[in-house]
């Protein structure tokens, strides 16, 4: 069974930082891509960060165009764990965040994962 854990969503000012961490279970960091993906209310999905798995590619890595040179996705497998620093937070950053895990190591081009944690909410302050 894949269970997908994020954390360390909140409340934050317009120009602060924080760090989601998602823990994996029933993929890997080494063989599946894992990436980031968010929703504001009204809006679509956005996949934001995706890192694809070390094993094969060394790690690819992928950003959306609005969080390239803010965000920075990063893994630590021996735990097995993916996070997303956000830095220069903005309002428009504000939304629910979900880790998501494919079957396959490639990051898809849409954020058309296979599996997806509960999400946590950011929310940015102006």
């Known amino acids: 069974e894949v269970q997908l854990v994020e954390s360390g969503g909140g409340l934050v000012r317009r120009g602060g930082s924080l760090r989601l961490s998602c823990a994996a279970s029933?993929?890997?960091?080494?063989?599946?891509?894992i990436g980031w993906v968010r929703q504001a209310p009204g809006k679509e999905r956005e996949g934001v960060a995706c890192i694809s798995g070390f094993e094969i590619t060394d790690g690819q890595i992928f950003y959306s165009d609005s969080v390239k040179g803010r965000f920075t996705i990063s893994t630590d497998s021996a735990k097995n764990m993916v996070y997303l620093q956000m830095n220069q937070l903005q309002p428009e950053d504000a939304a629910v965040y979900y880790c998501?895990?494919?079957?396959?190591?490639?990051?898809?081009?849409?954020?058309?994962?296979?599996?997806w944690g509960q999400g946590t909410q950011v929310t940015v302050s102006s």
């Open positions: 998501a895990a494919d079957a396959n190591w490639d990051c898809p081009r849409d954020p058309e994962y296979d599996y």
């Open positions: 029933g993929v890997t960091v080494a063989d599946n891509a």
